[in-house]
């Protein structure tokens, strides 16, 4: 075991590393306090070393490196938060910024979106400001003609803001996603926004990127005349994957397929075998094997780079390079201590990837196929090559899924049940249609084999969608509504190494271990469960244009919606499931508000009142008033007529109406919540 502890000190350094980077996130100390005491780590280690103890030195020197790797990562993370650098713009008192748009602008249903980074400010006395940082645009109905391409430089108003909070409990959080990217403020550009200020400064490196895309693009339009091919031939390509269809993505989901169309390890490795199999002729002469590798990393990098550097590819590429590297100076390494060096690697240069699903993701499958899949290979023995071939897949599928099952259940909160028939379906489909999409791009001057050629991709693809909404369509295809804590899943992990540790070394303390986590376990779910079972509360959630307000007793919930089709909507799931999943409901019950008011019953004493037209109620005692719509409403003879204890805004107000009842609940000393603004509404009973 020692022997193998030393084998790997890239996993020992990364875990205090890691460690770091989570803790710097809740910001426990600031980034000068974190570069003091890693100075005064540093200078220890040095001094220790210096005056050569004996007694504990390995273990002394241990603690210290893991604390300087636990600084290290604390201080790394700090310097990528920009927004709290004295230069940041939104710091500033600037009129106007000059920045550069950063990457391709991006379609979407509203106009286009990029980001850019800010160069510098201007003040109102058009004198420049040291201003720094990234922004989000959206120039809002504007052509394509219109908007500045990658690399053009602008001067845009200084009308940024900052991105808000969740509207909704369990919400995907866009503000805490945006800040992990180092942008913290948007700016929404009308047409007389901004002007050009100098175009086509951007880098070499990124117009070649988009060149190439572009080539990619042109060339998938000539030759494949479906719409949904050419969205699916580009995201297996490149990594595209904005143009395909939201049907075809939740088939894909569904049968666990969906890593297959995003750009990752897969296709580096199919890049990697490619460029060795055409270079193989090239390593029989002198200096070929040196030459051969150095094309191979050119390869791998240059198609990282056309990929975008994504989270999961950048694992991959560095990966590739390590063995490409170590097979030229004759030391393989061990591959896990491989593995831990390029995730050091990528998180040295930015820590951020660490919150990156796909990362995390990416890593666990890699985890999961170095470490159990020999063994599940050599359960069996096949013969036959074919069999051989399909057990390969099938113990492949099984390893990578054995570590990505939490992850997957903690993020999409549904578990694939067909993976195994859908992974050895749709995986060498989609590896002939790359392979077949690389020789088209090769042969697209020559027109008439490139348009049969097209034809054949357009078939494959066709088979692999089919074979995706088969499996999706098949009962019991998948199980939703699954729900894991961060307690649960840490837990799942430390299990699993001790059972490895248990069944290898015999060790009885690493089975201790297990049973303490499952002890833990089950009284985290008691709590939970006793909790849950006592909840009671009311919910109005913010839902656009429409009006959504739950009374949860216990575990289940009584719903009052303004449309029932609203419940099948990408929305609701978005907004609203997520929440009743944390919240544990078992059961739901469904009713649909009418066009007229309506009185709630909530609970034993309190009544909610749901008020949508002109007609006012006499002499109730209202907990709650719940204002909808767009009509006049007299709310000073509402308030007159009835006892009202608590004023909450639907977010269909119009802006005017929301201010002209903020004043007279003002003025009546009632407490007012405008849901538009401060999100949900929330109230424990």
């Known amino acids: 075991m020692s022997s193998f502890w030393q084998q790997i000190p890239f996993v020992r350094i990364l875990f205090p590393f890691v460690l770091g980077i989570l803790i710097a996130e809740n910001n426990w100390l600031s980034t000068w306090r974190s570069l003091i005491l890693l100075t005064l780590t540093s200078v220890s280690l040095f001094l220790w070393d210096r005056l050569n103890k004996k007694i504990m030195r390995d273990h002394f020197y241990g603690i210290l490196f893991s604390i300087l790797f636990f600084l290290l990562g604390f201080f790394c993370l700090n310097l990528k938060k920009v927004a709290t650098v004295q230069t940041h713009f939104s710091l500033q008192k600037t009129s106007y910024l000059f920045a550069q748009i950063a990457e391709k602008p991006q379609q979407n249903s509203n106009g286009f979106k990029a980001e850019a980074f800010v160069i510098t400010g201007i003040d109102s006395l058009h004198k420049e400001i040291k201003a720094k940082g990234k922004l989000l645009l959206y120039f809002k109905n504007t052509g394509k003609a219109d908007i500045p391409f990658y690399g053009d430089q602008i001067i845009l108003k200084s009308n940024f803001h900052d991105f808000s909070d969740p509207k909704n409990p369990g919400a995907f959080d866009f503000k805490k996603y945006m800040a992990h990217k180092g942008i913290y403020q948007a700016a929404y550009l009308q047409k007389n926004d901004w002007f050009f200020a100098g175009q086509n400064q951007g880098s070499t490196w990124m117009k070649w990127v988009i060149g190439s895309q572009e080539f990619i ?363 009743m999943l944390v919240m544990n409901i078992q059961k739901c019950l469904y009713k649909e508000l009418g066009k007229n008011n309506t009185s709630i019953q909530i609970g034993s004493n309190r009544n909610l009142f749901y008020w949508q037209t002109t007609k006012i109620p006499i002499s109730q005692h209202i907990a709650i008033l719940l204002i909808a719509g767009n009509l006049y409403q007299d709310l000073a003879k509402m308030l007159a007529a009835n006892k009202v204890r608590q004023i909450v805004l639907n977010p269909s107000i119009g802006r005017r109406k929301q201010e002209e009842i903020k004043k007279i609940a003002l003025k009546m000393k009632i407490p007012l919540h405008a849901i538009a603004e401060s999100g949900a509404f929330e109230l424990s009973l």
């Open 217 to 579: 693009q042109e060339s998938l339009h000539n030759n494949l005349k479906n719409a949904g091919d050419i969205a699916i031939s580009e995201a297996l390509l490149y990594g595209y994957d904005k143009d395909m269809d939201a049907a075809i993505i939740d088939a894909y989901t569904k049968t666990g397929t969906l890593h297959v169309l995003a750009v990752s390890g897969m296709h580096v490795g199919m890049i990697f075998m490619l460029l060795g199999l055409f270079l193989k002729p090239l390593e029989k002469r002198k200096s070929g094997k040196i030459m051969a590798a150095i094309v191979q990393l050119i390869g791998i990098w240059a198609y990282s780079l056309l990929c975008g550097f994504t989270p999961s590819i950048l694992r991959a590429t560095v990966m590739f390079s390590f063995v490409i590297i170590g097979k030229q100076i004759k030391r393989g390494g061990n591959t896990f201590n491989s593995l831990a060096a390029s995730a050091q690697f990528l998180l040295l240069f930015d820590p951020n990837m660490l919150f990156n699903v796909g990362f995390q993701l990416s890593y666990a499958a890699v985890l999961g196929i170095l470490g159990f899949y020999p063994r599940l290979y050599f359960l069996f023995e096949f013969k036959h090559r074919i069999a051989d071939e399909i057990w390969k897949i099938i113990a492949v599928s099984i390893a990578a899924q054995t570590l990505t099952l939490p992850m997957s259940i903690f993020y999409f909160h549904q578990l694939p049940n067909y993976f195994l028939l859908a992974n050895l379906l749709i995986i060498p489909l989609t590896s002939l249609i790359i392979y077949l999409g690389i020789l088209l791009l090769a042969i697209s001057w020559w027109t008439i084999v490139a348009k049969y050629l097209g034809l054949l991709i357009g078939f494959f693809i066709h088979l692999c969608n089919s074979i995706a909404q088969w499996i999706a369509a098949l009962p019991y295809s998948y199980t939703d509504g699954l729900f894991w804590t961060p307690l649960g899943i840490a837990c799942f992990y430390l299990s699993l190494i001790c059972m490895l540790i248990y069944f290898s070394k015999r060790d009885l303390f690493q089975l201790k271990i297990v049973l303490g986590m499952v002890l833990l376990l089950q009284m985290q779910n008691l709590y939970s469960r006793i909790q849950n079972e006592q909840q009671e509360k009311i919910l109005i959630y913010h839902c656009q244009n429409h009006c959504l307000l739950q009374y949860i007793h216990g575990t289940t919930a009584y719903t009052w919606i303004d449309s029932l089709g609203y419940i099948s909507s990408k929305n609701y799931r978005q907004n609203i499931a997520n929440n």
